[in-house]
């Protein structure tokens, strides 16, 4: 048995992942329950500290909430992450900048578009190049798509958790259809590795448009539904009216971007407020609510689908021709006929994928409107093909934490409700 | 510091730009030691560790920048070529803080040098309740703690994770696989 | 057998396939989406990909009344005594599909945050690759896996080997022998 293998056995055994790490020095195993820091003592003597997660049915992913009830009110909730810790910005330090899309996009992973544009963006940003037209409406009109799956989603998932099962069933359904879309464009369902620096990967594909159309119509049909579901269903309201309710100077404070912000009044989307991509030459609204609580947080992202749907069909209708990806051989491949016919291209496309392209020294902050908030890419480049720092601040992380001014002095079920309205993915919180 | 792999553009930002950013010159006027570069058309303000909490300060007080969007640190370990502007003296950690101010629609970015020897700078918990999540990570994954932070304990590692993983000399404990491209040793 | 004459009236066959046709037919998967694969899981479950045709429409969030673990996404190391912790409440029998490529090798993350495979943790009987595996890749894998126990190759292994699983022989640190 070679050595690895022998390790590996070795490190395989049933009983227990306490047996994983080595012990430590007492020889003692250690607790498996994790605190994730100080708990500091109760205020009140009857409280009860309950452990929600990191496994549950609400559908958010490996976050765990430890919650001090005073019988049925929260007293303090605490969220605890890193249950989906993957040392992504470890990875991206060690493959190179054309590998790197593959890596950011399974941050955030349900709307991977937009963490692939925004590490695009900051790396051509670096490179001081432009990319063509045709390829940024291209991306504007994929991220877009990316949002409507995205909000769908929430729809799915937030109708589910509040108790909506149906929900579930017809959020699917629509998504499936804008899944299947994004795939006959990107070739993949989810985690598309589409847009890459330079542009994007290919161009769009025949019969693009009546079929972009036809999802348009479908989304919004479902839209119609779910609307009449739920909008006016007196369940609903009392479940999500005036529960969770955040103020703008609480949101700004903990960090909030996104939907969060905009339901407290304050109308900051960074698609209006400093566009990026084409979004200065479409015509779409900005979503915002007055009350701050869940319910407005649903409806903003369900208009939030219907504004992007009308994005969606002005890029069907304007979409300029030319060039899906920048023309510079240093940093896009050739395609792959040429490869036969051109030495230069073989070398080109043989240096791209072995070594890839160096970036010169600098460093940048890029940020997107991603479906959460703001999603930034933090990137420093020291020369060589990969880079020094890649960090993404990813709009859950900060989110997250606004549920300590959500959830506390509200009832428990409230608390699944609110985490459920702020549409975290713990593979961005977490990376 | 390695200036051999610097092209122009790079060796464009270590000269003395004219600071066109006026939330940057007034900065670099009220904060002694503070230098403004211009980094691809964004304005970065590189301070000294001590007046860090007094810039975030006073720019959410007097310049209005209304969120503390990211704080984050790199580590320089291992960089080829480097740029730090003239005026700044380069240590191993930089930790970054990323503003927004809405009602002016600007951004800025502030740059602190941290030494390897004392990785500690003040945290922005108290004027940014925001950041608490992001310095945790940046003790978590560097090592350098904040002074003033309500709960700086581990966040995405266990609680008993012995090393900084995100530092350079922390290695990424690759397993061995087959396959040529692999970085790690075989 | 004596019941020959009278097979136009009654249908023979074992108990033990009927029970494990009835396993097969109704497993319940416990709630273990992790990231990424959790949403593909969740569109197998959804009306166009339907698990429901094979009775596995509820995912239980009670690991005590499930029968399958389905491991989507990728395990780190504050997750792994959770997964272990689940697997161990649940009742037999009891599989395990480690769904995805970060589940079975630990995928593109070969690094110190990763479980490089989740059979390091639990025994697993059907592996699904893919980034994400799509709904139509897990069902595949989730077919298999009612084959597996419908032919009771599944049971019969674990009754061979020593110590359930994959039939590992593990020398432990304690000095045990699993």
New interface residues.
Partial sequence: MSDPEGRRLEAQTDEGAQQLRPLSAEGVHRELVMTGGEWPEPDLDDTMIINMGPQHPSTHGVLRIMMELDSEMVVRAKPVIGYLHTGMEKTGEELTYVQGATNVTRMDYASPLSNELVFSMAVERLLDIDVPRRATWIRMLLVELNRISSHLLFQATNGMDLGAVSMMIYGWRERELTLRLLESITGLRMNHNFIRPGGVAADLPDGWQRDTLDLCDAVERGVGEYDTLLTQNPIWRERTVGVGVITTDEALALGATGPILRSTGFAWDLRRAQPYLAYDDVEFDVIYTANGDVFDRYQIRLYEILESVRIVRQCVDRMPAGDYRTQDRKVTPPPRARIDESMEALIHHFKLFTEGFRVPPGETYVAVESPRGEIGCYLVSDGTAKPVRLHIRGPSFYNLQSMDAMVPGGMFADAVAIVSSIDPIMGEVDR | MPDD???D??RE?DHEVPVDDEVGAALVERFDGAVFVS??G?P?VYVPRDAWHDVAAWLQGEQQF?????V?A???LV?????VPAGVEAERYEV?A?FLS?PR?R?I?VITEVPTDDPAVASLTDL???????ER?VYD?FGITFAGHP?L?????????VGF??RKD????????TFK????PR | MGLDQVSHNFLTGKVEDLVNWARKSSVWPATFGLACCAIEMMGAGAAHYDLSRWGMEIFRASPRQADLMIVAGRVSQKMAPVLRQVYDQMVEPKWVISMGVCASTGGMFNNYAIVQGVDQIVPVDVYVPGCPPGPETLMHGILTLHEQIQSGEILRRRADSPRGGAGLLVDQRDGARA
């Fill in positions: 792999d610097t092209t553009a790079a930002e980094s691809h964004q970065v209304t969120q503390c969007l990211d984050t790199v580590d320089h960089d080829e070529a480097r740029i970054v990323n809405h629609n951004r970015r940014s309740p925001g950041a608490s999540f992001a990570e994954l709960d304990t581990r966040i995405l590692m266990p609680d008993d994770w993983p995100l922390d290695a990424p404990a690759r397993v061995p696989v491209g692999d970085p790690s």
